[in-house]
């Protein structure tokens, strides 16, 4: 690298970790879109439905339209957008292991923080259910093609 080339304004592509990073955040947003929606439809107080229709219409969805354009400028495949307001059984798969991959996370998380060794072994069997139930939706959405999986590198 030259001098010169330090105070140009060409950009690094980003490395592998930094792409997954922002597609794993476009995807999340997109499984957790048709959630937010459902329960907008199950909310029956005003200003809640008021707050999920603004996070809605002023965050989510132009945080998925920045990241999907974010992608396409640095040459990354985007995880496509759904239709919206009626699931298919390819989201709702995705949105149940979404759910499941976070207690997961919170049950490591957990694990990590206990130490009497009663609370370990308790919590412990929590997350082996857990993580034998996240297998099963793999399982089934990898069997009917519901897999959204990174793009390859």
């Known amino acids: 690298m030259k001098l ?9 592509k980003p490395h592998w970790g930094g792409a ?15 959630i ?13 439905r008021e707050f999920i ?25 985007a995880p496509p957008m759904p239709q919206r ?11 149940l292991m979404e759910i499941m991959r976070l207690s997961l996370i919170h049950d490591t998380m957990t694990f990590m923080d206990i130490t009497r060794e009663d609370l370990r072994k308790f919590v412990w069997d929590i997350t ?5 139930a996240f297998d099963r939706i793999v399982q089934l959405s990898y069997k009917k093609n519901w897999l959204m999986n990174p793009p390859s590198a």
């Open 36 to 48: 937010l929606e459902m329960l907008y439809d199950m909310a029956d107080d005003p200003d809640l």
């Open 20 to 34: 997954f990073g922002i597609w794993d955040i476009c995807r999340h947003k997109i499984i957790g879109l048709p």
């Open 4 to 12: 010169s080339d330090m105070f140009s304004n060409t950009l690094h």
């Open 85 to 95: 307001k009626k699931l298919d059984n390819q989201q709702v798969a995705l949105a």
């Open 128 to 132: 082996l259910d857990d993580r034998k």
């Open 53 to 77: 229709e603004a996070g809605i219409e002023m965050q989510v969805v132009p945080h998925i339209k920045k990241l999907q354009e974010t992608m396409q400028k640095e040459n990354l495949a």
